[in-house]
Nanobody, 124 residues
Framework: QVQLVESGGGSVQSGGSLRLSCAAS????????MGWFRQAPGKEREGVAG??????TRYADSVKGRFTISLDNTKRVYLQMNSLKPEDTALYYC???????????????????WGQGTQVTVSS
């Protein structure tokens, strides 16, 4: 069974940085793609960044130039978040799927596997 465990959330002032990490387990092949989603109170969950198994990436317009997604060979995905803004405040979820995450996010589809989420709070 695929399991995803996020870490690295917290509170930061506007302009600050945080790095989220997600460790995946329960699968052995390298074809899974991974991504980050977020959900703020009263808003729909949105795809923030995705990375496919071949390294293709996709970012939401609101985070381009500020966030960077990366994947290492230990099935851990990272989200480096710089120049954080109060509107980045949300519960951030890690997700995984054997389909292309970039495509799923672009089409607004939900990946199959989800983590429990980690809170990011940015104060002004």
């Amino acid at each position: 069974q695929v399991q995803l465990v996020e870490s690295g959330g917290g509170s930061v002032q506007s302009g600050g940085s945080l790095r989220l990490s997600c460790a995946a387990s329960g699968y052995s092949d390298s074809t899974y793609s991974m991504g980050w989603f977020r959900q703020a109170p009263g808003k729909e969950r949105e795809g923030v960044a995705g990375i496919d198994s071949d390294g293709r990436t996709r970012y939401a317009d609101s985070v381009k130039g500020r966030f960077t997604i990366s994947l290492d060979n230990t099935k851990r995905v990272y989200l480096q978040m710089n120049s954080l803004k109060p509107e980045d405040t949300a519960l951030y979820y890690c997700a995984a799927d054997q389909r292309r995450m970039t495509g799923l996010q672009q089409l607004g589809l939900r990946p199959r596997y989800w983590g429990q989420g980690t809170q990011v709070t940015v104060s002004s």
